[in-house]
């Protein structure tokens, strides 16, 4: 046991990092480290990395200059860097190198190894590079330090098969594998009794779930199981590819009271041509007629998306059929990414990159219409009752509080402590792009 240890985990890119920055620090916790803001006070600093664009990188490599001064001032302390960024050869090298007062390297599908590799380096003070390949099985059950008492992530299913020809996270998270169901039912069970009223089911297709396992498992299915334990509120999911998003998937989400109705389907580009070369499966035809089921199936359900703008060779024609999408399916929210080249995968490699001025003033059309369309469906909302679970302060403001909709809206309430973790019912007040306003009318 390491007793008055303290430690801090720095987390870069989307949720499976969160939640996997969360498995992190509750296996530091059983080692008994606790958890400290300052770094000058850290016995142990991690890194969990990003690699899915390149600013993130550089992020990464800014930090991990900042942190030398605090291994300066402290030789025991441990700095490690884990995460997608480390399953790359490039940047391996590029750290152990160039960053020499990085203690630890370590992969994505080696994180249950952490405790043994921070012994390793206790006893041995040497530097220590752990990255596997492939996955060996799945990642086991782990303990996690959750940031939020009444919401938790569970991982049903890792890596992805899709090969986006964009996309570096096959390569780094590998094929995929998805968790037995009794296994993602029991830590939903047991998130329930420990207080957890909303859960969202984390895989970067959700759809897939199931493939890989026996002939009548599904995510539907899993939905169904899920959706029978008694002291859970709330299900949400993400991310669903458009193209394995079936009926019964939405005729689930539609008659099982506990999912959120919430569907992220992240839809790349409008043009069919940028469509076919990213290899995403599905033409703008298919996709329209999906998310037109959906809203005509679940009227108040709200549809969020992805856009990559610049993608190679895409032409001023190609993102016009991106905004007349935009304008046509009038997205709830979407995020906007602009298309950044990474080693190894196919688009990388062509020779008709978009210039780096007309991808930002792609992206800024793309945003301004985008929050237009947000603000204009919020202001609908004006008037109308939603549920909320209520989470606590907002970030902004912490005389204000906040929860979210079902259908993922972030909205204000008043200072209520005794309503933490509860879902009331709220009268929608006021409305910008991305928030709204309300009073509670019944707790
Ligand atoms: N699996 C999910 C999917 O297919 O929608 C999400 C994966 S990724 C973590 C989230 C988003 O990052 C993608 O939907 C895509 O819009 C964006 N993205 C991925 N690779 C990118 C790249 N090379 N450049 C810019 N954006 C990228
Ligand atoms: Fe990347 Fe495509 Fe897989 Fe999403 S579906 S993680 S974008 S390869």
Redesign the pocket.
Known sequence: MSENKFYNIITYG?QMNEHDSERLAGMLEEMGYQHTEDFANADIILLNTCI??ENAELKVYGKLGELKQYKRENPDLIIGIGGCMMQQDEPVDEVYKKYRHVDLIFGTHNIHHLPDLINKIEETRDRVVEVWDQEEGLIPDLPSQRESEHSAWISIIQG?DNF?T??I?PYVRGRERSRPVASIADEAARLAEDGVKEITLLG??VNSYGNDLEKDVSFPKLLEELNKIEKLKRIRFM?S?PRDFSDELLKQIKNLDKVANHIHL?V?SGSNKVLKEMNRGYTREYYIDRVKKIQAEIPNASVST???VGFPGETESDFEKTIELVKELEFDMAYT????P?SGTPAARRDDQVDDQLKKERLNRLMYLQNKISYQKNQKLIGSTQEILVTGASSNDPEVFEGRTSTNKICFIEKREDLIGKIVKVKVDAAKSWTLEATIIEE
């Open positions: 989307c899915i664009r992805c986006c964009y996309c996270v970067q297709n991310t590819h992240p790349q992805d856009f990559i990414f602009i298309y950044s990474r």
